[in-house]
T-cell receptor, first 113, second 114 residues
């Protein structure tokens, strides 16, 4: 069964600090990996999409990395802001054009002033 | 406004009642999806549609019915609501671009079945 595991489940950081979220997956075959940000009470919004040939992808202060060999990804948030408080969801697609996605349960990030 | 909308945003209903959640998108995307999100779980696919009049089951379809007579609308019906269907429901739409199916999500409907 395709699975996506995220860690930690939640974390609290001070404003201005950095943090890194982890994602391990067993989805096979692999097409692409996405990170979504979900604010409380809203739908997920895409941050990055990476194929197996892409090792890193940035979107502003968000940087995602991918190691397709070890089936691991990370999302690094630099110089956190209060608006970064949200759930971050790792999502894996198992084949090109496959719109059926495997979702992780998410990591809840709380940024405190 | 352009985008994807869901209605109602909040709904409380009783066990056994029929409930319909609405989803509307203005992008003319061919694909539309319904997910449910429960605490501690990732989003789970209920049904999806590749085009008008084409629908298929996802991971957790039991107890749900969908239809898609128009490209822009994709309603989800709970035929006889049960407490286990208390959840947050998200609709999404997608159009293949360069082989990547970027999905755009609506704001969600929080459904409580009492």
């Amino acid at each position: 069964k395709n699975q996506v595991e995220q860690s930690p489940q939640s974390l609290i950081i001070l404003e201005g600090k950095n943090c890194t979220l982890q994602c391990n997956y067993t989805v096979s075959p692999f097409s692409n990996l996405r990170w979504y940000k979900q604010d409380t009470g809203r739908g997920p919004v895409s941050l990055t999409i990476m194929t197996f040939s892409e090792n890193t992808k940035s979107n502003g202060r968000y940087t995602a990395t991918l190691d397709a060999d070890t089936k691991q990804s990370s999302l690094h948030i630099t110089a956190s802001q209060l608006s970064d408080s949200a759930s971050y969801i790792c999502v894996v697609s198992s084949a090109p054009g496959d719109y059926k996605l495997s979702f992780g349960a998410g990591t809840t990030v709380t940024v405190r002033a | 406004d352009a985008g994807i909308t869901q209605s109602p945003r909040y709904k409380i209903t009783e066990t056994g009642r029929q409930v319909t959640l609405m989803c509307h998108q203005t992008w003319s995307h061919s694909y539309m999806f319904w997910y449910r999100q429960d605490l501690g779980h990732g989003l789970r696919l209920i049904y999806y549609s590749a085009a008008a009049d084409i629908t298929d089951k996802g991971e957790v379809p039991d107890g749900y019915v969908v239809s898609r007579s128009k490209t822009e609308n994709f309603p989800l019906t709970l035929e006889s609501a049960t407490r286990s269907q208390t959840s947050v429901y998200f609709c999404a739409s997608s159009e293949p671009t360069g082989g990547r199916y970027e999905q755009y999500f609506g704001p969600g409907t929080r459904l409580t079945v009492t």
